[in-house]
């Protein structure tokens, strides 16, 4: 394949790669938020035992909020540490990522520069997302936290409800598996909060790579993951292209609009930008570290290439006509190597070209053999809500996919 299909074929395993690291980061957080909502049960059901029917009530429910809010601050900070450390590190390794895949992509090799640690940093501590700063963020998630708890227990307190009303209304139900309570909404909060910054730095530190390389760069493609939980936005913006420099826009391309926007384009997004190589610029002045020559002796090389393809008839060529010639040895070379946009592909088309074991690693040995055989399609995996199905719950729903065996 050429080097822009190389290089796209790589970021689409990426996305998994990333999905993955980001699932790693998420269980630590909820961990962490898990761990602190069993330390606040036993204590608050204890004062509030205290406090319902008390005639002081509202001074000790005073008390109690503020031993509350000091629990909540504390997880909180945890969780701010963890989420600033991880992205920082995330930051380097994607850049260092994109460096590579860059290097191996490109037929050959090239000295290619590197994002400054300064710039890498900033991605995290110094670039929105979503109109907020990532320590912003953080501390939206601490207020909406305190102010939701708060709430609750001042209305159990002031409605004169018992006490197991009022630690359900905190913690959740059993028969909900702690899903309905307030402290749930802080972990869904705090999960949507980081899968957004890891797309947002993921696709922030690669592009200080693209910008560091931008001679060769010819334009950015918006690249949506095809599943059933792709939004609406990421849907009509995939394929959409953003020009480097003053580069023309192919024939027919739909460019991006705005030409600023970037991922992630809403909460819990998980698109991507992958760059498209400018085989122009790869041939330009740039020194090669296996190619020495110049570009003035690379061109010299292709006259020659021209020269002996029309054989006998260059003499009588005029010289509009060979730097004609020239040119398509040029472009034969770009087109053959580097490649021009890679062709509009869906994720399961990309996906149904991936090696057998990468298709099992992702989707599970069974319903990878589903998918192979051509009876189920990855859209078939999820439900409307972009739930994963079991096994179980697809035999029920696709029962004539499973006849006949050969699913492990």
């Not at 059901?45 to 319902?52: D, E, P, Y």
């Not at 929105?128 to 963020?137: A, C, I, S």
């Not at 420099?245 to 809403?266: S, T, V, W, Y």
């Not at 599970?364 to 199905?389: H, N, Y």
Request: glycine share 6%.
């Amino acid at each position: 394949m050429s080097a822009n299909q190389d290089l796209f074929d790589a970021a689409l395993r990426h996305q998994v790669a990333l999905r993955r690291y980001s699932v790693s980061v998420l269980r630590r957080i909820q961990r962490l938020l898990e761990e602190a909502d069993r330390d606040l049960v036993e204590p608050l059901r204890r004062k509030l035992a205290r406090i319902t029917g008390s005639p002081d009530a509202i001074a000790r429910l005073e008390e109690l909020l503020k031993d509350v809010r000091a629990m909540r601050e504390a997880v909180m900070a945890q969780i701010r540490d963890l989420g600033r450390g991880e992205l920082l590190d995330l930051a380097k390794l994607e850049a260092d990522w994109e460096h590579a895949i860059m290097a191996a992509s490109i037929p050959i090799e090239m000295a290619l520069a590197t994002a400054p640690l300064g710039r890498l940093n900033a991605v995290v501590t110094s670039r929105p997302f979503q109109g907020r700063f990532l320590r912003e963020w953080f501390a939206s998630l601490q207020q909406a936290d305190q102010a939701q708890l708060t709430q609750a227990l001042r209305l159990g307190i002031t409605n004169g409800e018992t006490l197991d009303d009022i630690v359900r209304r905190v913690v959740g139900t059993r028969a909900n598996k702690y899903s309905d309570g307030i402290l749930a909404i802080t972990r869904r909060n705090a999960e949507a909060v980081m899968r957004t910054a890891i797309t947002h730095v993921s696709n922030a530190a690669r592009a200080e790579v693209w910008d560091a390389n931008a001679d060769i760069i010819y334009a950015l493609r918006w690249t949506a993951t095809l599943d059933g939980r792709t939004s609406a936005v990421c849907r009509a913006r995939d394929g959409d292209l953003v020009m480097m420099g003053d580069n023309a826009a192919p024939k027919g391309a739909q460019l991006l609009k705005p030409a600023d926007a970037r991922p992630p384009a809403h909460i819990n997004c998980r698109s991507v930008m992958v760059a498209v190589f400018s085989p122009e610029g790869i041939l330009g002045d740039r020194p090669f570290v296996r190619d020495k020559r110049t570009r003035g002796q690379r061109e010299r090389d292709f006259r020659a290439e021209a020269r002996a393809e029309a054989g006998d008839a260059w003499s009588g060529m005029s010289e509009a006509e060979r730097r004609a010639a020239i040119r398509r040895r040029r472009d034969a070379w770009g087109d053959e190597n580097i490649g021009q946009l890679p062709s509009t592909t869906t994720y399961e088309e990309w996906m149904r070209r991936q090696p057998v074991a990468f298709q099992d690693e992702v989707l599970g040995q069974a319903k990878a053999q589903l998918f192979r055989s051509g009876r189920l399609t990855l859209d078939d995996f999820v439900d409307r809500a972009g739930r994963e199905l079991t096994l179980d719950q697809l035999r029920q729903r696709f029962p004539r996919a499973f006849e006949g065996g050969g699913v492990v």
